[in-house]
């Protein structure tokens, strides 16, 4: 498995050499504040952002097999949690109203297949291996899973059994600078949706919230360990000491400050969760923006994707460049150029030519706003 996921898990703790894995929802957490250093403004705060997703279940039996209802009625609800359209949104205390954050992101199912062909996004296959979640194998056909489809257009979730016994909930491949085999997230079904198969307290389907958190790159909201010198890195959740389990009441504190126990990325039972804030929703935007834009949509009806890269025959941009970038004739409505970091360090509205000679050499993000779609592309820039 890749070192640099996340993953859920319940009921006991476990020890590993220098790995500790621990119980729901604790996970396995490798990066740090300092790892992650991302500026916390979003690209567009305004847009909705669609993502293509394709469920992959796995089974073993009718005792894991999940219907398309039930798999429907969960991408509904993450929905709304990402939304802050959530019915116990309300139970947010009222100290922490003000940073609930609406992030404007909704998950749509695929409606063409990566070979163009019209998808109900759903794929299904009964397989005779036990705890696939737990392996390699849940995303490779020739082994008993299903294959991912292409990570750079699609959200790859995986429902199948992770552990036979049921302490893993799931876990999250979090953000790289390349896309990897295993992209994308996978869920025991025990802990998929909202009742039926899901088991209490985890069946209001928050583990897949949880985990698409990660998946758009944040962490637990107390960092990635306990202690009041390290948090999550998001300005408007407060230092917290350990993750919280159960529902407890409010207010609980730790590091001098009220705890947002209650935070999607806490490990709180799934009633319990009922909030994104709004730093968390401009560093999941940046995420998807710049990391993985090809999945964003600008409509749950449109079949094709919002953000598209330039072709080399739409504009005369050298790339690398030196000490201009071209747009020709393009007619867009507004340039953000931002560096890795997520740091715009260039804005402009309108115009043929944009002056980078005053920039670090490296590689940037050329954001360009043309009516109702966003335009990205990669730039280099080089002595």
Known sequence: MSVLRYQAFFLTVFYFSATVLC???FCLTRLTADDRAIDQRAFDEDSILYIYTVIHVLYQ?????IEDTDILAQLESVSRDLRRLNEDRDDTPSMFVSVAADCKIELCLARLDPDGQPTSGITKRQTNVREIGLTDRYYQTGLGGIDLWDPGRYLNIWVCQISEIGDIGGFAELPQNELTSAEGVVIDYRFFGEGNKALSPFDKGRTLTHEIGHWLGLEHIWGAKAGCDIDDGITDTPRQFDRYRGCPAFPQSSCGTEDMFMNFMDLTDDRCMNLFTAGQKDLMRNTLLSVRPGLVLSSCDEPTTAIVEFKSSQLA???????????????????DLRDLTGTSVLTQSRGDLVNISALKSGTYLMLMKVKSKVIFQKIIKIP
């Open 23 to 25: 119980a729901q929802q």
């Open 61 to 65: 039996d009718s005792s894991q097999y």
């Open 317 to 335: 941009i050298p790339n690398p460049a030196t000490t201009y970038l071209y747009l020709g004739d393009a007619k867009y409505d507004y340039l």
